[in-house]
Structure formats: structure tokens, C-alpha cells
């Protein structure tokens, strides 16, 4: 069974960090992406980031599909690269990381991105509009970006009081995290 990862709240130090390129396929990581979806969908986001949920590394996941429909259509991208962009495209956003914050965002409209799939193997995606967006959304947090950088002064200003309480949760929620590992470290059996 896969297990629900804590998602990292705007705020948080990984989530301005540019990520490292996987070098390997192994067992943790594959096991990562299983965590990854689960969370994804668990918290009905359409995409989340590896250091979304604590891991600085270059994987993301989506499924633009499963907001159209029922049925489940997971894309993982490891080590993504943008081949080609073009166009521009607006469109409201939403991060698992900055929750109640809603903004439009302007974006390329259309994505070319090459990545390698959980079987090592080189893919290429295309994109376009709302498709492209969740790509390049995903993507900036690779580089260490979120939805937020991208905000013109006013917008931001306008989300100042929300943001400021989702980074004092951030910081709240690391120092609870810096206590349990003073803790006996044996009790870590749900890993
Ligand atoms: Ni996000």
C-alpha cells in the first residue's frame, strides 16, 4: 500500500531549491512515484513535485486526464527537460503548497518537454493550454519555483495575509518535525 505524504507548505526551504537530476532507477524511488500518486490523488491535486513532499529530486507526476474524467492516466516525469515552448496562456492556479491561494498565471501555451518514464525509457510529451500549464507548473518546482514567484506585486500584496500564514505553518510544521527526530529514532516503523 502505498503511504500519503506530508506535502510542504509554501515557506518551506526545499521548495526553493533547485532539485538534482535522478541518476538511477531504484526501489526507494519507484516507491517514491507510488507515494507520490496516491498523495496526488488523495488530495485531488492534478500534479505534485518530488520536493513537494520533502525529496529534492528532478520527478514530477500528473494526470491531466482525471480532471476530465474517472478514469486514472498518471504521467511520470523523471529528469524532465523543455525541448520547445511557444504562445502564451492564461489560467487560474492552485498549488497543494500554497492551499486556499488562486491566482491567474501567465504560461506558455503550448510545452514540448523530453523526460524518462518509471522504465528508464526517454519519452517526449507535448502540450497545450491547460495540459501545458500543469507541466510547466510542475516543472518550476524542479527549479525550486512555485506559482507565487510568478505573481505580479499587486496580486501578491493581495495574498499577503494567507501566504504569511501558510510559511508560519510551514516553519511550524519543520520544528515539529525537528522534535520527532530528537526522538528515539527506533519508533520509526511507518517510514
Ligand atoms: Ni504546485
Redesign the pocket.
Known amino acids: 500500500m502505498p503511504n500519503l505524504l506530508e506535502v510542504k507548505l509554501y515557506g518551506s526551504e526545499i521548495l526553493n531549491k533547485v532539485a538534482e537530476p535522478v541518476t538511477e532507477l531504484t526501489t526507494e524511488l519507484k516507491e517514491l512515484v507510488a507515494d507520490m500518486l496516491h498523495t496526488m490523488y488523495f488530495t485531488e491535486g492534478v500534479g505534485i513535485a518530488a520536493p ?1 513532499v520533502g525529496v529534492s529530486s528532478r520527478i514530477f507526476v500528473c494526470d491531466y486526464e482525471y480532471t476530465k474524467s474517472e478514469k486514472k492516466k498518471p504521467l511520470v516525469l523523471i529528469n524532465p527537460e523543455i525541448l520547445e515552448y511557444e504562445g502564451e496562456y492564461h489560467l487560474d492556479e492552485g ?3 500554497v492551499p486556499g491561494v488562486f491566482e491567474e498565471i501567465t504560461r506558455f501555451q503550448r510545452i514540448v518537454i523530453r523526460y524518462r518514464d518509471l522504465k528508464w525509457k526517454e519519452k517526449i510529451v507535448e502540450a497545450t493550454d491547460a495540459f501545458a500549464v500543469i507541466l510547466q ?2 516543472y518550476d ?1 524542479l527549479d525550486g519555483k ?2 507565487v514567484d510568478k505573481l505580479n506585486p499587486i496580486r501578491k500584496m493581495a495574498n499577503a495575509i494567507k501566504l504569511k500564514r501558510i510559511a508560519n505553518r510551514a516553519a511550524q510544521m519543520s520544528n515539529e518535525l525537528l522534535c520527532k527526530e530528537d526522538e528515539s529514532p527506533q519508533d520509526n516503523s511507518s517510514k
Open positions: 513537494q498549488c497543494l503548497s507548473h510542475e518546482h512555485t506559482f
